[in-house]
């Protein structure tokens, strides 16, 4: 049974919850495509792309003070309670349409702090 992903437009004022509900919906609502980020520097934003067949943009600025609990949240919730990382596919809803997830995570040293998520639409 696919997860059901809530439609949230923006992520001003969300839980932590609610920032991975808000960036899956973002991903999924241009599958085929995939969103990445990694933690770079504590003092600055993690930047999270999303990338489709023909572009590549910034699709949200976080502080990276969160991240690696927006990370924890990725893993325990979808990815089979891996909060250090990881590789798992799931299936997920969003707007009655289902998707084939991928996640691929690291969120402990020495393989640093990054995530990427790729969405396929099934047929």
């Known amino acids: 049974m696919a997860i059901e992903i809530p439609s949230i437009v923006d992520a001003r004022g969300e839980t932590i919850e609610g920032m991975v509900d808000y960036l899956l919906a973002g991903l999924l609502h241009v599958a085929p495509s995939t969103l990445s980020a990694r933690y770079v ?11 489709t067949n023909s572009t590549e943009t910034v699709f949200h600025r976080s502080r990276a003070l969160y991240f ?22 799931k299936e997920l809803s969003y707007l009655s349409r289902d998707f084939t997830v ?14 990427e998520i790729t969405a396929t639409p099934n047929v």
Not at 68 to 89: N, P, W
Not at 102 to 115: D, V
């Open 41 to 51: 520097d504590p003092k600055k934003e993690v930047v999270w792309h999303l990338r």
């Open 68 to 89: 690696r609990t927006i990370l924890a949240r990725f893993g325990h919730h979808f990815m089979d309670g891996k909060l250090y990382g990881g590789e798992v596919e």
């Open 102 to 115: 991928a996640f691929k995570m690291s969120n402990s040293q020495p393989n640093g702090f990054w995530i």
